[in-house]
């Protein structure tokens, strides 16, 4: 069992930053491909980023936030985060992080965090 809390959801106006951290517990990280997905209201859970398990793993990003999104892992502290740049509108949603064994499908991963909420206004 994996345990995952987000944190660093908010508001923010459009173009600028912020910083989502996910902390795990039980089971360390390093076993895991870790990602990030997000949920609009009306729409489909919809990938963001991963990163595969693994010191120098690569990264994996939805064309939407490539060059805006950075996902990076540190599997000593047991933590993830998303550093979201140049925010639009459009990434407005919930996040959520998850932990397991796929890439951009959602139903691949076996433990998800909360969510936590990302509004960017105009």
């Known amino acids: 069992q994996v345990d995952l809390v987000e944190s660093g959801g908010g508001l923010v106006q459009a173009g600028g930053s912020l910083r989502l951290s996910c902390a795990a517990s039980g089971r360390t990280l390093s076993r895991y491909v870790m990602a990030w997905f997000r949920q609009a209201p009306g729409k489909e859970r919809e990938f963001v980023a991963a990163?595969?398990?693994?010191?120098?793993?690569?990264?994996y990003y939805a064309d939407s936030v490539k060059g805006r999104f950075f996902i990076s892992r540190d599997n000593a502290k047991n933590t993830a985060n998303l550093q979201m740049n140049r925010l639009k509108p459009e990434d407005t949603a919930i996040y959520y992080c998850a932990a397991g064994a796929g890439l951009s499908s959602a139903t691949q991963y076996d433990f998800w965090g909360q969510g936590t909420q990302v509004t960017v206004s105009s």
């Open positions: 990163a595969i398990s693994g010191s120098g793993g690569s990264t």
